[in-house]
């Protein structure tokens, strides 16, 4: 077992990183500070009672909202979550579950709120998250349009 540090090379600057591979997820879109992410429930994803793990949820919506992020950051800027809330509304037991995520600016400099729901393959909402990240004093963020409902 080789427990770090660790050096690997992303395939670009919106792509998934490793664990992201762990869990299969796929970035069906990121742009102008949205995502679209999709992962399958494999058996590997399972809690206990058979259902979905909350944490592979919660890991694909917090990935989706970063992903949404990065489609409005500078190239290698550095971010990352402060803290995130999560609902569980509905267990999942099989399929393809979605995240569509949004980001908008937060209420301090350098900080970005960001939402997302998770959705199983009938379309129906199974949680909801919300986040709040923040930038490295170095990241640029290029000009956007905010959905930016603190105003």
Same mark, same amino acid.
């Given at each position: 077992?080789?427990?770090? !540090? ?5 395939? =670009?600057? %919106? &792509?998934?990183?490793p664990f992201e591979k762990l869990l299969n997820m796929e970035i069906i879109k +990121? ?6 992410? /999709?992962? !399958?429930?494999?058996?590997? *994803? +399972? ?20 992903? +949404? ?5 500078? !190239? #290698? &800027? ?11 509304? *509905? !267990?999942? /037991?099989?399929g393809i579950v979605t995240a569509f995520a949004e980001v908008? /600016? ?6 970005? %709120?960001?939402? +997302?729901?998770?959705?199983? $393959? ?7 998250? =919300? &986040? ?7 990241? $640029? %963020?290029? &000009?956007?349009?905010? #959905?930016? =409902?603190?105003?």
């Amino acid at each position: 077992m080789n427990l770090g !540090p660790h050096s690997f090379k992303m395939e =670009s600057w %919106i &792509s998934c990183a490793p664990f992201e591979k762990l869990l299969n997820m796929e970035i069906i879109k +990121a742009e102008n500070g949205k995502a679209v992410l /999709k992962m !399958p429930f494999l058996v590997d *994803y +399972a809690q206990g009672a058979a259902l979905m793990h909350g944490g592979a949820l919660v890991s694909l919506a917090d990935t989706a909202v970063a992903m +949404a992020i990065k489609s409005i950051l500078k !190239p #290698n &800027s550095h971010f990352g979550t402060l803290k995130l809330e999560t609902e569980f509304l *509905y !267990p999942v /037991k099989k399929g393809i579950v979605t995240a569509f995520a949004e980001v908008c /600016k937060g209420k301090e400099e350098r900080t970005f %709120i960001g939402q +997302a729901k998770v959705m199983n $393959e009938h379309e129906k909402i199974v949680m909801t998250f =919300s &986040s709040l990240f923040k930038l490295a004093k170095s990241a $640029e %963020i290029r &000009s956007v349009m905010f #959905n930016d =409902s603190s105003n």
